[in-house]
Nanobody, 115 residues
Framework: QVQLVESGGGWVQPGGSLRLSCAAS????????MGWYRQRPEKQRELVAT???????NYADSVKGRFTISRDNVKNTVYLQMNSLKPEDTAVYYC?????????WGQGTQVTVSS
């Protein structure tokens, strides 16, 4: 069983930055692929970025060049650095971890971008 706990959300003005963190329990973190997803108001949950157990990254077109996903396998944590934030980035951001036959989700953290 893996528990994921997100933090770092909040309110920021357009053009600002936030860094989300997702802390994972357990001792198999390095074997998990990790990702960030978001659910904007009245929209379906969508992929933001993923990072494989080997460190390969993938981004949604809407965040390429602005967001960076990274992981620290010593701290069992995955990060999402979000720069040049836009009002359309407002959403609940969820952390996810998966490997064969296992998929876990955090409870989500709210990010609000407005002036």
């Amino acid at each position: 069983q893996v528990q994921l706990v997100e933090s770092g959300g909040g309110w920021v003005q357009p053009g600002g930055s936030l860094r989300l963190s997702c802390a994972a329990s357990g001792n198999s973190f390095s074997f998990y692929n990790m990702g960030w997803y978001r659910q904007r108001p009245e929209k379906q949950r969508e992929l933001v970025a993923t990072i494989s157990s080997g460190g390969s990254t993938n981004y949604a077109d809407s965040v390429k060049g602005r967001f960076t996903i990274s992981r620290d396998n010593v701290k069992n944590t995955v990060y999402l650095q979000m720069n040049s934030l836009k009002p359309e980035d407002t959403a609940v951001y969820y952390c996810s971890g998966w490997r064969t036959l296992s998929n876990y989700w955090g409870q989500g953290t709210q990010v609000t971008v407005s002036s």
